[in-house]
């Protein structure tokens, strides 16, 4: 079994900052890319940023320079600092772990909300 537990989701006002965190356990073999999508009302699933093993990134164009990804890849653990959150950034986040061998996993999701 693989389990993701994210932490760190909550209510914060708008130009705040709040730090995700999603520890991955279980039978996860070789890791390659760590990540987070969200998901609003009425929306669908999307991006927001992903790193490598060898920590390469990647970011939507919506978070670049307010958001930072990073990962411990001991601890099998990623991150997302967030800083000068805007009300859009409302949205469910999801960590999204994804195999060397082709299996993908998804967290429960954690809440963030901004208020203005």
């Known amino acids: 079994q693989v389990q993701l537990v994210e932490s760190g989701g909550g209510l914060v006002q708008a130009g705040g900052s709040l730090r995700l965190s999603c520890a991955a356990s279980g039978s996860i073999f070789r890791i390659n890319t760590m990540g987070w999508y969200r998901q609003a009302p009425g929306k669908q699933r999307e991006l927001v940023a992903v790193i490598t093993s060898g920590g390469t990134v990647d970011n939507a164009d919506s978070v670049k320079g307010r958001f930072t990804i990073s990962r411990d890849n001991a601890k099998n653990t990623v991150y997302l600092q967030m800083n000068s959150l805007k009300p859009e950034d409302t949205a469910v986040y999801y960590c999204?772990?994804?195999?060397?061998?082709?299996?993908?996993?998804w967290g429960q999701g954690t809440q963030v909300t901004v208020s203005s």
């Open positions: 999204n772990v994804k195999s060397l061998l082709g299996p993908v996993y």
